[in-house]
T-cell receptor, first 113, second 113 residues
């Protein structure tokens, strides 16, 4: 089924660890995004990509990095996790053109202890 | 850049009553206005959208209105049901170039049985 998949769903890690949150979509969408969502609900854009080898920082400063080597894959990496990184991370993609809506993944809930 | 204000942040209604969520945007170039619903523990999902060449759009119990002159748009839910309880996000974007969506802060809707 064409969709966007995030793994892991939940992750608890220690401070200082390096982690990668995976995001893959099977819809052939060019545009992909990473959002951070706090318990207060608001969605903060942290990274986005308009295609292979294209990545940009979003509106919210983040210590994470992303890569886009393949159209379907947009992983997010934290080199050294801190408790302040505890949050939910949502990946999204969109086709653009006449159909502009986002499809969101189910999210990764990250806890750094 | 675009700025989207959304209110109220929380809304409680009795089952069967109507609910209205309002958003304003700042960039007159924005021409696409989607609404997303996020149920507890789930991903945001696109429920309805409207483009700037249309003043109103309906889908069963949900309707969205757009006033381009005043730069505001609203979500209307009639005959609310408990399953309408969720967080609703409005958003605005200019779809003519690189698509980057600006979200409102979200409205937590509670439908009381």
């Amino acid at each position: 089924e064409a969709d966007i998949y995030q793994t892991p769903r939940y992750l608890v890690i220690g401070t200082g660890k390096k982690i990668t949150l995976e995001c893959s979509q099977t819809m052939g969408h060019d545009k992909m995004y990473w959002y951070q969502q706090d318990p207060g609900m608001e969605l903060h854009l942290i990274h986005y990509s308009y295609g292979v080898n294209s990545t940009e920082k979003g509106d919210l400063s983040s210590e994470s990095t992303v890569s886009r080597i393949r159209t379907e894959h947009f992983p997010l990496t934290l080199e050294s996790a801190r408790p302040s990184h505890t949050s939910q991370y949502l990946c999204a993609s969109s086709e653009g053109g006449p159909n502009y809506g986002y499809t969101f993944g189910s999210g990764t809930r990250l806890t750094v202890v | 850049g675009e700025n989207v204000e959304q209110h109220p942040s929380t809304l409680s209604v009795q089952e069967g009553d109507s609910a209205v969520i309002k958003c304003t945007y700042s960039d007159s170039a924005s021409n696409y206005f989607p609404w997303y619903k996020q149920e507890l523990g789930k991903r945001p999902q696109l429920i309805i959208d409207i483009r700037s060449n249309v003043g109103e759009k309906k889908d069963q119990r949900i309707a969205v209105t757009l006033n381009k002159t005043a730069k505001h748009f609203s979500l209307h839910i009639t005959e609310t049901q408990p399953e309408d309880s969720a967080v609703y996000f409005c958003a605005a974007t200019f779809s003519g170039g690189y698509q980057k969506v600006t979200f409102g802060i979200g409205t937590k809707l509670q439908v009381i049985p």
